[in-house]
Structure formats: structure tokens, C-alpha cells
């Protein structure tokens, strides 16, 4: 009878030690209403990435954490940096177009039932990261940042899915370094012309 008891004992501490130290868990997909969008150059009309024209990543921080917006003014490297406390998480393909499926995200450093922060990065192209989709030229694109409590609690209760947050991500080509210097010449003559008047 004490053998059991002892068994039973171990059992529930192990149980515990493993509950209070349970990770955050999201479900990382979309849906056919938060699409991942980009230019099509053939047609210049707003289309789904084609299935396996590119990837997202998951981008997640615990909950209340700064974020810098993406904007394209820096590189992915120097942004990922200004995000000291984020995480870049899992990277799953599109498939099918414009829609995507990456299954339930573990969130290292987030809590079970914690909030977390979140943010969709993707590219097109078979690129392996962001950076590398950047330097090519491909089109990228950040969502905003959100903010949800995670999963992980209760291992027969899925956890939530950042579907019911994320309300799709439409992708912008890299600019090229010739376009960026004609802003600015044109930028430079607007200053100079208003001084004139």
C-alpha cells in the first residue's frame, strides 16, 4: 500500500513541476479570411501567394513586450535587433494559396496561459529567412503586433489560434536602391521649392 502511495506521490509532483513549467502555446495558421497577399507582376492585381510561392514565420514576445514596427527602412537584421525581447518561432510554407498551416507553436520563455505578443512575417520565394528574401528582392511584409493569452494549460483543451487575431498580411517588393534615390531627389526639390516661395 505505501509503495503505491509513493508511486502516486511521485506522480503528481512530476505532474505539477510539469504544469508550472509548461510553455505558451499558439496554433500558428490562417484562414480563408486573413489571406497572405501580394502583387502579382503579370497582372498588377492584389492575388494570393501562390501554394509554395512562399513562407511565414512566427515573430512572438510574452505579452506587453515594445515592438518596433517593420517599415522597410531597415534591414531585417538591424529591425530584429530593435526587438531585443522577440522571438522568431517556427517557419511554415504556403500551402494552399494564401493560406498556411504550422501547427501549435511552443512560445520558449511564455508561460501556459500567459499573455504573448505576435507578429506574421513573411516573403516569397523559397528563401530560407527573411534577411535572405530582403537582400533578393522579394516581397516581404510584418504584421502588426498582437496580443493573446496562449494555450498549454489544459493538455486536452487545444490551444488558441492567432487565426483569431491576424487579419491577413498583404506583401510589398523590396524598393529598389535606383527608386529609393529618386524619392529622395524628389523629396530634396519639394524642400527646396517651398523654401523658395
Given at each position: 500500500m505505501k509503495k503505491y502511495l509513493s508511486?502516486?506521490?511521485v506522480a503528481a509532483m512530476a505532474a505539477y513541476a510539469t504544469s508550472a513549467l509548461a510553455q505558451g502555446q499558439l496554433g500558428f495558421n490562417n484562414l480563408s479570411t486573413s489571406l497572405v497577399q501580394y502583387t502579382d507582376p503579370a497582372t498588377s492585381l492584389l492575388a494570393k501567394v501562390p501554394s509554395g510561392g512562399g513562407k511565414v514565420q512566427l515573430y512572438y514576445a510574452p505579452g506587453g513586450a515594445a515592438f518596433v514596427p517593420w517599415n522597410g527602412s531597415l534591414t531585417p537584421s538591424a529591425w530584429l535587433t530593435a526587438n531585443a525581447a522577440w522571438t522568431l518561432g517556427p517557419i511554415t510554407g504556403?500551402?494552399?494559396a494564401g493560406r498556411f498551416n504550422g501547427n501549435i507553436a511552443t512560445l520558449t520563455g511564455v508561460a501556459?496561459?500567459?499573455?504573448a505578443s505576435f507578429a506574421v512575417i513573411s516573403w516569397t520565394g523559397a528563401y530560407g529567412s527573411f534577411d535572405e528574401a530582403f537582400t533578393a528582392g522579394a516581397a516581404t511584409g510584418v504584421s502588426p503586433k498582437y496580443t493573446m493569452a496562449t494555450g498549454g494549460v489544459d493538455?486536452?483543451?487545444?490551444?488558441?489560434?492567432?487565426s483569431?487575431?491576424?487579419?491577413?498580411?498583404?506583401?510589398q517588393p523590396v524598393p529598389e536602391p535606383s527608386t529609393l534615390a529618386l524619392a529622395g531627389l524628389g523629396?530634396?526639390?519639394?524642400?527646396?521649392?517651398?523654401?523658395?516661395?
Open positions: 508511486i502516486i506521490a504556403i500551402a494552399p501556459a496561459g500567459a499573455d493538455p486536452l483543451v487545444p490551444p488558441p489560434s492567432i483569431a487575431q491576424f487579419p491577413g498580411l498583404i506583401l523629396a530634396a526639390a519639394l524642400l527646396i521649392f517651398r523654401r523658395r516661395k
